[in-house]
């Protein structure tokens, strides 16, 4: 497993989001941009695990985000995801030139907001969005209320264990792979976050004629083993977007990229150097 690098100022980068937020990435590689947007609790170095983004980098040149509220980047109260598609977008547009957009559960969901305010999305790859798209609840009020208790109580690491489980809907073995990653703290620390990106897609959801327009040519990907809610997501985008397509990661679940990292590579590069996509 690949060891997360040490981070300072140098090796990170800042842009200014719409709101006067301070939003940190980081570049490396080269060749055509991508944006990667990670999910709940983690920060830019969960693309570290398993090498991925040290492998895309040899494809692209990358700009890995640290959402709002965590590590590199700054947070304002009160909390509305609208801010972070700006933020989104704020990273995509410093680049000044196509991008594709990589987001994964709570970052793609943030990932697809962004793509109706910038037009520097060239492709876009969404790995199993989080918002409401039926009136079924996909997390009970009981864990709402337990996240509550323990976020008042700073008790951050079982708060993330309890997200990992009731929320992310992730396995008890990939929960202890997770915990013995070296960004096992970096998760801990950015835990005061998931309760509001438990909250948000239970009440947020998009106008699907926000889309009709929108020819960018997106890839969804979902696993075979994932929750009934992330599926019923992702062919609602599907349903949304004119130019959209599904692949899924047969024996695998939320987090391909964990289970199943070279084929997670293969599927990102392929599709962005795929001329027939554009």
Not at 176 to 195: F, G, I, K
Not at 231 to 240: F, G, I, L, Q, Y
Request: hydrophobic residues 40%; aromatic residues 8%.
């Amino acid at each position: 497993m690949h060891q997360p690098e040490k981070e300072n100022s140098v090796n990170m980068e800042t842009v200014i989001s719409k709101d006067g937020t301070e939003i940190a990435f980081k570049r490396t590689g080269s060749g055509p941009s991508l944006v990667l947007v990670h999910g709940s609790a983690g920060d830019h170095t969960r693309w570290e695990l398993f090498d991925i983004r040290p492998t895309l980098s040899q494809h692209f040149t990358v700009y890995a985000i640290d959402r709002r509220g965590r590590s590199g980047s700054g947070d304002v109260s009160p909390y509305m995801p609208e801010r972070e598609f700006e933020d989104v977008a704020a990273v995509a547009d410093s680049i000044n030139e196509p991008v594709t957009l990589l987001g994964h559960s709570y970052g793609a969901f943030c990932a697809l907001g962004a793509s109706l305010i910038t037009y520097h999305v060239h492709k876009l790859i969404l790995y199993e969005p989080v918002f409401r798209v039926t009136q079924h609840q996909f997390v009970s009020d009981d864990v709402i209320e337990e996240m509550e208790i323990l976020l008042a109580k700073g008790n951050n690491e079982k708060l993330l264990e309890l997200f990992l489980k009731e929320v992310a809907r992730i396995s008890r073995d990939e929960i202890e792979v997770l915990r013995s990653a070296p960004n096992w703290q970096t998760r801990v620390d950015a835990a005061h976050t998931l309760l509001r990106e438990t909250v948000t897609p239970t009440r947020f959801t998009f106008d699907p004629g926000q889309f009709a327009d929108m020819t960018t040519p997106t890839l969804l990907l979902t696993g075979s083993e994932s929750p009934a809610f992330f599926k019923e997501v992702t062919r609602a985008v599907h349903d949304m977007l004119p130019n959209s397509r599904i692949e899924s990661f047969q024996g695998h679940g939320h987090v391909a990229m964990n289970s199943a990292p070279d084929l997670f590579v293969e599927k990102i590069v392929a599709f962005a150097f795929d001329m027939n996509e554009n």
